[in-house]
């Protein structure tokens, strides 16, 4: 992937002597970049599942679902993996299969499942919410071990000091995973229904531009009137 085309944007188009003329073709252009990007991204990746979720995401090739079931989730999780990357999924509505994984890694990732989107915490927080505060390097170990990397956020974990730490797919890309999630809106609202789902809802398909609102909390919608989404829960993220 390449770099930050949010920051490349904002540190372009504000310089003084910007031409302004030109911006609407611009932000296309740079629009068009991050989606070739996320495919890009989405191409290296294999999936399998079990009939009860996704079971495994990595870099390398795997053997296809067993069943029509399995095969079906596998690909919602690319359709949603895909639209994550694109800036358009602020959640993911498929089921994981961890039922393999060990106990200790299980509280691991359920632990890193909590962390908020858009927001990161250190391993020591991690080894703090399972009780094992002085397993802070066995948490690396187990989240650099996800067998489910993106849909359980692994990446959202650093260093105490603020460093990003290990990632199965390379910092570089944990990297940008952190930044996408601070440019990727996490709320949104249809003026006409009132209602706010999180971004990446599938009533959010169906929002007309002009009746799209963006929020930064369920508080703030609530505070204007709107109700939580019956289907995506906003109130729960």
């Known amino acids: 992937m390449k770099t930050d085309h949010v920051d490349e944007i904002l540190k372009r188009y504000f310089q003084p002597d910007a031409d302004q003329s030109d911006l609407a073709r611009r932000v296309l252009q740079a629009a068009r970049e991050s ?91 991690v080894a703090q919410r399972i009780g094992h505060p002085r397993a802070v390097r066995a948490v690396g170990t187990a989240l650099g071990r996800n067998p489910v990397p993106f849909i359980v956020p692994c990446h959202r974990v650093l260093q105490t000091g603020g460093g990003l730490g290990g990632y199965l797919f390379g910092t570089d890309v944990k990297s940008r995973l952190l930044s996408l999630e601070r440019h990727t809106p996490v709320f949104e609202g249809c003026t006409s229904t009132r209602i706010v789902c999180r971004v990446g809802c599938v009533h959010g398909r169906h929002m007309r531009p002009d009746r799209r609102v963006v929020f930064a909390s369920v508080a703030d919608a609530r505070s204007i009137g709107y109700r939580p989404c019956k289907v995506c829960r906003p109130q729960a993220a």
């Not at 079990?50 to 067993?66: F, N, Q, Y």
């Not at 029509?68 to 602020?90: N, V």
């Not at 994981?96 to 299980?106: E, G, H, M, N």
């Open 35 to 125: 989606a070739r990007d996320a495919r890009r991204l989405l191409d290296t990746i294999a999936i399998n599942a079990t009939t009860r979720g996704v079971s495994l995401i990595r870099a390398e090739r795997l053997d296809k679902p067993a069943t029509a079931a399995a095969r079906r989730l596998a690909e919602q999780a690319r359709e949603e993996l895909g639209e994550y990357f694109e800036g358009k999924r602020a959640f993911f509505s498929v089921p994981v299969d961890l039922s393999a994984t060990p106990d200790f890694q299980k509280k691991v990732l359920a632990a890193a499942s909590r962390i908020p989107f858009g927001e990161v915490r250190p391993y020591a927080w």
